[in-house]
Antibody, heavy 126, light 110 residues
Framework: QVQLVQSAAEVKKPGASVKVSCKTS????????VTWVRQAPGQGLEWMGW????????NYAQKLQDRVTMTTDTSSRTAYMELRNLRFDDTAVYYC???????????????????WGQGTLVTVSS | QSVLTQPPSASGSPGQRVTISCSGS????????ANWYQQLPGRAPKLLIY???QRPSGVPARFSGSKSGASASLAISGLQSEDEAYYHC???????????FGGGTQLTVL
């Protein structure tokens, strides 16, 4: 069955970086991209971006594009999300999810997320 | 402030029918299908409805979705205690070139 298993919780100081991993199994990795979504305590879901399984094409949320980098390692079927210059309001549970999509002329479109990881809590605290 | 608007809470008694609304604009729900996620307390979201009214394998037929213009609805019939959860609507926004979500609706089974 489709599985996405994320890395363990992290505690970081303001200004630091965090890199969350998402190891996938149970499907053809090259047929789906990976979406990242976060949820601050007591808040709704926020889409962070999507990465294609091909050529690492990405589509980032505008508010995060200066601080986020998404990558994949096809050999290990793992996706990564790095967030830099952490702020207190980056404290959230970060989720990866499988999503189809495509890129054309520098623009990427992704579909709905049908399978999700268990979430990784990132706490930013001084 | 979420792009899509959902009521913060909804409730119903076991066996009743409950609907949760989600309103957007021409750039999101007005031009794309609606998707719904169920999130049990402390758990990851789970896809409940995709492409406005399609249920993934394993989702009971008690859950149904619809859309009219820039508004969408999730209906749950024959309400059960295990349906107590948060429900999030989501869709693609063509102006933002990004996915947008509602703020989530907490469903309480009385």
């Amino acid at each position: 069955q489709v599985q996405l298993v994320q890395s363990a919780a992290e505690v970081k100081k303001p200004g630091a970086s965090v890199k969350v991993s998402c190891k996938t199994s149970g499907y053809t990795f090259s047929n789906y991209g990976v979406t990242w979504v976060r949820q601050a305590p007591g808040q709704g879901l926020e889409w962070m971006g999507w990465i294609s399984p091909h050529h690492d094409d990405t589509n980032y949320a505008q508010k995060l594009q200066d601080r986020v980098t998404m990558t994949t390692d096809t050999s290990s079927r793992t996706a990564y999300m790095e967030l830099r210059n952490l702020r207190f309001d980056d404290t959230a549970v970060y989720y990866c999810a499988r999503a189809e999509g495509y890129c054309s002329r520098g623009t990427c479109y992704s579909g709905y997320s049908d399978s999700w990881g268990q979430g990784t809590l990132v706490t930013v605290s001084s | 402030q979420s792009v899509l608007t959902q009521p913060p809470s909804a409730s119903g008694s076991p066996g009743q029918r409950v609907t949760i609304s989600c309103s957007g604009s021409t750039s999101n729900l007005g031009s794309n299908t609606a998707n719904w996620y169920q999130q049990l307390p402390g758990r990851a979201p789970k896809l409940l409805i995709y492409s406005t009214n399609q249920r993934p394998s394993g989702v009971p037929a008690r859950f149904s979705g619809s859309k009219s213009g820039a508004s969408a609805s999730l209906a749950i019939s024959g309400l059960q205690s295990e349906d107590e959860a948060y429900y999030h609507c989501a869709t693609w926004d063509v102006s933002r070139n990004a996915w947008v979500f509602g703020g989530g609706t907490q469903l309480t089974v009385l």
